[in-house]
């Protein structure tokens, strides 16, 4: 039997290799429903060619462009964020593949772990923000959280088969496209050059957050939460040829590791296929014509987003979430070219200290402690412009 898939963000980057996924695997998955926010034209190109049950456009101002476009097909239309938590929720769902961007994952994943669905997480910031009582909630709910992150998926992967305890996770780093520069290169830089990155293909936010190895320090809090290991056995090394995707460091010194191409599509379809993996037609390695592999230790001051973020991890309660709220704020100021590059760590950094500190937070606080962050972060923005 099919099983059916709901992809929250079907039109970014990890929600259109999913449908690729889907579509090379015809007889296995069925897209059954398909969300957007604002790109209501993509999401009607994809309605229109994998059938789903559901659609949702998120923005309701594009809700009759939508609507009236797939009138003449059997397919429900529903916008509003409201109907991203009801979809999730439907008893045909068997897997929720979250690929929405930062904070707007956290209300929709937890609705779907509590209807008790299979979840495919490509929404870091759901772990970075409320990892805790995500966590538990799927214990609670026995809903299993299978990472589709290239990194948290390489080590899923070390470990199976595995019984021993992890003395350390090696995460490894492109680097992105400023890897080599001074701090008075970084203050030039631009959001055209940022929007570069060297290996990956990846939405804006996302890329920005790659530049600033921001992403980085998200990624470490999420395997935080996905492997049950505190900062001090988290490692980060930058590898700039992305060959190695990450490692486990076992108690006896041996390491495993997950090598590949530069290719999402394999973390998506073992996220929906495991515990089996699926015969595939992607790239592989190329054994005798691999760039040598090098490995080096990240420059937190240079890139002092990545130290906040550990800062963040080993103080906890609501600081990831601050830093989550005044990161999608000074990512979205810089594109903007509201602030510098070297200015968004500023702000984040300032943010932490001024916003209210709960040490254990209720869902209801993680909300109330966003909105606090993004209107300080704003504010700090507007002052320093």
């Known amino acids: 039997m099919k099983k059916k898939i ?6 970014g980057s990890i929600g259109t290799q999913t449908l690729q996924v889907i579509e090379a695997h015809p007889d296995l998955y069925e897209a059954y429903v398909l969300t957007a926010n604002r790109q209501a034209d993509l999401l009607v190109e994809q309605a229109r060619r994998f059938h789903p049950a559901i659609v949702v456009i998120a923005d309701e101002s594009l809700y009759p462009q939508v609507n009236d476009a797939l009138s003449d097909l ?3 239309v529903y916008t509003g ?4 938590e009801q979809v999730v929720q439907n008893d045909e769902v068997d897997i929720v593949l979250t690929a929405l961007v930062g904070f707007a994952g956290l209300r929709p994943t937890v609705a779907a772990i509590r209807s008790h669905k299979q979840i495919a997480l490509a929404n870091k910031e759901t772990l970075v923000v409320a990892g805790e009582l995500v966590t538990q909630l799927a214990v609670e709910n026995r809903s299993a959280i299978l990472p589709v992150d290239s990194e948290h998926s390489a080590i899923f992967q070390s ?23 001074s701090m008075d290169e970084l203050k030039i830089v631009t959001p055209a050059m940022a929007l570069k990155h060297p290996n990956w293909d990846m939405g804006a936010k996302i890329t920005i957050d790659s530049a600033t190895m921001m992403n980085k320090g998200f990624e470490v809090i999420e395997a935080k939460w996905l492997f049950g290991v505190g900062a001090d056995r988290i490692q980060v090394v930058v590898h700039p040829q992305s060959v190695v995707h990450s490692a486990v460091q076992f108690r006896d010194g041996a390491v495993k ?3 590949g191409v530069p290719d999402m ?23 005798y014509h691999m760039a040598d592999l090098t490995f080096e230790a990240p420059d937190m001051e240079k890139f002092r987003c990545l130290a906040l973020a550990f ?23 810089f594109r903007q070219e ?32 966003d909105a606090e962050a993004r209107r300080i972060a704003s504010e700090l923005i507007t002052r320093n412009s």
């Open 6 to 11: 709901a992809i929250l963000g079907s039109t």
């Open 74 to 76: 059997p397919i429900q």
């Open 81 to 84: 964020a409201d109907a991203l």
């Open 159 to 181: 470990l199976m088969g595995e019984d021993s305890d992890i003395e350390k996770i090696i995460l490894t780093a492109s680097g992105g496209p400023f890897r080599k520069f």
């Open 257 to 259: 590791a997950q090598l």
């Open 265 to 287: 599509r394999v973390p998506i379809q073992l996220a929906l296929s495991y515990p089996q993996r699926l015969q595939s037609d992607f790239d592989r390695l190329d054994w």
């Open 311 to 333: 800062e963040a991890l080993q103080r906890g309660g609501t600081i990831p979430c601050v830093v989550n709220a005044a990161n999608e704020i000074v990512n979205l100021a």
């Open 338 to 369: 509201k602030c510098s590059f070297l200015e968004m760590a500023d702000i984040i950094g300032e943010t932490m200290q001024r916003t209210t500190f709960i040490a254990k937070p209720t869902l209801d606080d993680y909300f109330a402690i």
